[in-house]
């Protein structure tokens, strides 16, 4: 009976995070409501109500499920401990943005929330550029740190929208492959290993 009870909340609430997308692609989150987002899945306003507060709460929990998805893959890679990193750790991402791409396009498009940019950026930063630099250099590699890692986030994040915006023509792994490459080439020529330490990034 759980069993059953659990797959009907995952059902629903899948059917309100598709509608959800599906309206965002065509309207400011500003301009959805709470009976137009039902009404477009045959949900009564009240089961909505069960799962979220508002509009607002939905699309919180809705990114924030997505982010948590980001952050375990960056928790699951080490650089020290991933041969060919960072390139299985990106072939992952972008099998998630493929998975998620409708909802990742409502997200990142105008009528999203910039606000999602902003912590996919800084999770990007935290988890993978931060931890790399504090594994392989000293403080004295890192005056141009935040340029540095201002750039590669903001490249990063352009290079997976322009993904998208082009209807995904490359399969996650190319992906995958040329953002590592793009990195490792950036990060070597302005930080060179120090003596002794891998060059795998």
Not at 38 to 46: A, H, K, L, Q, T
Not at 81 to 104: A, G, K, M, R
Not at 112 to 119: A, L, Q, R, Y
Request: proline share 4%; glycine share 4%; aromatic share 12%.
């Amino acid at each position: 009976m759980e069993a059953k009870t659990d797959r009907r909340i995952k059902r629903t609430r899948y059917l309100l995070v598709h509608a959800l997308t599906s309206l965002m692609l065509k309207k400011s989150i500003k301009d959805i409501t709470v009976k137009e987002l039902c009404e477009s899945v045959d949900i009564n306003r009240g089961t909505f109500y069960l799962h979220y507060k508002d509009i607002y709460d939905m699309l919180e929990q809705t990114e924030q499920e997505l982010l948590e998805q980001f952050e375990q893959v960056f928790k699951n890679y080490h650089p020290d401990h991933t041969p060919d990193f960072p390139y299985p750790l990106f072939v992952e991402i972008f099998q998630i943005i493929d998975q998620n791409s409708n909802l990742c396009c409502a997200l990142l498009s105008p009528n999203g929330d910039i606000s999602f940019s902003v912590k996919i950026k800084k999770l990007f930063e935290h988890q993978y550029i931060h931890e790399w630099m504090v594994a392989h250099h000293s403080a004295d590699f890192l005056p141009t740190y935040e340029y540095f890692s201002n750039f590669l986030v903001s490249g990063c994040s352009g290079l997976i929208e322009s993904w998208l915006a082009h209807g995904k023509k490359e399969t996650p792994e190319e992906m995958a492959r040329l953002i590592s490459k793009l990195i490792s080439t950036g990060m070597k020529s302005v930080y060179p290993i120090p003596c002794g330490q891998s060059d795998d990034l």
